[in-house]
């Protein structure tokens, strides 16, 4: 069955006789083509599951779990072929605005970025983000959120606060000047308690709330 040019992948469904096992091994040997098995047996008896582990035959123990290993297999194969027929992307050339952007992040001393600092490096690449503002102050704030046009989102923008939602200081949907104040100053109180909970953290390095559009354009 397995040189049956038709064949694609050797799927075999059994509880894995040894001597089961050991063909199944034998057969995948002596081809290029995949054969995977899915155990019906008990997982504690008998040493064929360990020779097919041991040989490196994809095991599956569930039929839904299979399928999808299946599909994954074909997915990747399909986009491999793309690929080496139409090349692999490369990248584009370091002109002077991105050393500048690579110099500027670099030069800050710190191993993480700010959202916004890391959205400015990724612009020199031309990758767009939402219109957002950064701002330091209530008023500010209800200012840049005028511009960009309601509903807005507001949140922190701290290199020291990588985890935006864990720390509290996300407010989506804001719809209106009042709404904007309010979750300024929820924001930055939530700020100030994690990093205080952190070790060798007194404050909101570079302080700030980016105020975003909350659509991308």
Same mark, same amino acid.
């Given at each position: 069955m397995i040189n049956d040019p038709r064949m694609g992948t050797l799927v075999v469904a059994s509880a894995g006789a040894d001597t089961q096992a050991r063909q199944v091994i034998s057969q995948r040997d002596q081809t290029g083509k995949g054969v995977v098995f899915l155990w019906t047996g008990s $997982?504690?008896? %008998? =040493? %064929? !599951? *360990?020779q097919l582990k041991g040989a490196r035959v994809p095991i599956f123990y569930t039929?839904?779990?299979l399928a999808r290993g299946l599909q994954s297999r074909l997915v990747y194969h399909a986009w491999r072929e $793309?690929? !080496? *027929?139409d090349g692999f992307a490369t990248a584009p050339p370091r002109t002077a605005p991105r050393e500048q952007a690579i110099t500027k992040a670099l030069g800050l001393g710190r191993p993480t970025l700010s959202e916004f600092e890391s959205k400015e490096l990724l612009a020199a690449w031309g990758v767009t983000s939402a219109h957002g503002r950064r701002v330091n102050s209530a008023e500010a704030d209800v200012a840049a959120a005028e511009e960009l046009g309601f509903p807005v989102a507001l949140k922190v923008d @701290?290199?020291?606060i990588l985890h935006k939602t864990e720390a509290d200081v996300v407010r989506l #949907? !804001?719809?209106? +000047?009042?709404q904007v104040r309010t979750a300024y100053a929820e924001i930055l109180a939530s700020a100030k *308690?994690? !990093? @205080? +909970?952190?070790p060798h953290r007194g404050g909101i390095k570079g302080e700030g709330?980016? =105020? +975003? #559009?909350?659509i991308a354009p």
């Open positions: $997982r504690d008896t %008998g =040493a %064929g !599951l *360990a039929p839904d779990k $793309r690929r !080496l *027929a @701290s290199p020291d #949907n !804001l719809g209106d +000047a009042a *308690a994690y !990093l @205080s +909970a952190l709330v980016d =105020a +975003a #559009n909350a």
